[in-house]
């Protein structure tokens, strides 16, 4: 079983609709949670990131986490055709060591928005 | 600010031949991270660089890849001899520090796209 799953889609939505996207995960220690988006031939940049369970907003995307259920989720509103790009679920632990600061990635979602 | 560099951005190799990768961070930052994306996937971790000392690299492929990182900025990864397999985008990323508070996301560059046929 891998460490966090992400249905890779793809999604396709017209413009203005609200999306959701998720990821679940097996490893409780997990304490970091982050969105990248990642547009076609670029690196992944950062978009979201929240500590423990809660919610946060940012304009047009809100962050939600349920540690209880090792559940993230990410929402698009009023989505947008800019906003179309494979959007990557990424976590990790407040563990020390050689794993400290180490990411995990879910494998990605490809969304479109057509308008 | 100028964002993570990386060179080349396409490189298309035989098999078993050797290839090699370069990165300029951030100024700045003291972590370096390389991945590994292969398509349809998420970003691997392959290593990481706390200044010019690796703190992470149970997932590199060490019969075959190796990396550097002189001086504690560029870094270079190299792959030899090539495998079919290594086809995939090497994403090179850096952070401020390996726990950086607040702006602690880890900044990623355009990456290199390996072809191996």
């Known amino acids: 079983q891998k460490e966090v799953e992400q249905d890779p889609g793809p999604l396709s939505v017209p413009e203005g609709a609200i999306v959701s996207l998720n990821c679940t995960y097996s490893?409780?220690?997990?304490?970091?949670f982050m969105w990248y988006r990642q547009y076609s031939r670029k690196g992944p940049e950062l978009l979201m990131y929240?500590?423990?369970?809660g919610n946060k907003e940012d304009g047009r995307f809100t962050a939600q986490v349920d540690k209880s259920s090792k559940y993230i989720s990410l929402f698009i509103r009023d989505s947008q055709p800019s906003d179309s790009a494979t959007y990557l679920c990424?976590?990790?632990?407040?563990?020390?060591?050689?794993?400290?600061?180490?990411?995990?990635f879910g494998q990605g979602t490809i969304l479109t928005v057509h308008p | 600010e100028a964002g993570v560099a990386q060179s080349p951005r396409y490189k298309i190799i035989e098999k078993r031949q050797s290839v090699a990768f370069w990165c300029n961070p951030i100024?700045?930052?003291?972590?370096l991270y390389w991945y590994q994306q292969i398509l349809g996937q998420g970003p691997k971790l392959l290593i990481q660089?706390?200044?010019?000392?690796?703190?992470?690299d149970s997932q590199l492929p060490k019969d075959r890849f190796s990396a550097e990182r002189l001086k504690g900025v560029d870094s270079t990864l190299k792959i030899q001899p090539a495998k079919l397999e290594d086809s995939a985008v090497y994403l090179c990323?850096?952070?401020?520090?390996?726990?950086?508070?607040?702006?602690?996301?880890?900044?990623f560059g355009p990456g290199t796209r390996l072809t191996v046929l």
């Open positions: 990323a850096s952070s401020l520090a390996r726990f950086s508070g607040g702006a602690w996301g880890q900044y």
């Open positions: 660089f706390q200044n010019n000392g690796v703190v992470d």
């Open positions: 929240t500590y423990s369970s």
């Open positions: 990424a976590m990790r632990s407040n563990a020390g060591g050689t794993s400290y600061g180490k990411l995990t």
């Open positions: 490893n409780s220690a997990f304490q970091y």
């Open positions: 100024s700045g930052h003291a972590t």
